[in-house]
């Protein structure tokens, strides 16, 4: 088969799938977190800041954007919108006054530990084909796509 056949054969396109799977994905997520006043993007940076402030820590802007591989300039908007909701308050670093610093409210705590346990639940069930989120063929996915995402950017 050359590769054009190949790459106009949307079943055998390892890319277009993965689009089509995190497209799914997301909208599935959307729908289940509109009932608590969130998107999925606002879910991706509300839910990693919970686990980084557990414990009293007020991490960056930067330290988020580089824990979720989201951009930075992205990261601001995201968290724009959460503070404009009362989940989040941004304060100027004590430390490095270009530095924005990150924490919950309480309200925000709650939403973010809902949303999570929400979250898993969906996840359980867009798994199941698999197993579900404790499978071990989920968890040879997750391996997969992370072996992906780590390799190095393509040079233009």
């Known amino acids: 088969m050359q590769v054009a056949d190949a790459e106009s054969d949307v079943n055998a396109n390892v890319g277009y799938l993965v689009w089509r799977l995190s497209t799914r994905w997301r909208a599935v997520l959307d729908r289940a977190l509109s009932a608590h006043g969130l998107t999925q993007a606002q879910y991706s940076v509300l839910a990693p800041l919970y686990g980084l402030t557990r414990d009293g ?29 009362g989940l989040v308050i941004r304060a100027a670093s004590t430390s490095d006054p270009r530095a924005v610093e990150l ?51 393509i040079a233009e």
Not at 78 to 83: D, F, N, Q, S
Not at 117 to 136: C, I, K, W, Y
């Open 57 to 85: 820590a007020r991490p960056s802007q930067r330290r988020l954007a580089d824990l979720t591989g989201l951009d930075a300039v992205y990261i601001s908007k995201l968290v724009r919108a959460l503070e404009k909701q």
């Open 103 to 153: 924490s919950l409210t309480p309200r925000g705590v709650e939403t973010a530990r809902r949303t999570i346990q929400l979250v898993h639940e969906m996840r359980d069930q867009l798994t199941a084909p698999l197993g579900g989120n404790d499978s071990e063929r989920t968890a040879e996915l997750a391996a997969m796509l992370r072996e992906l995402l780590d390799a190095p950017d």
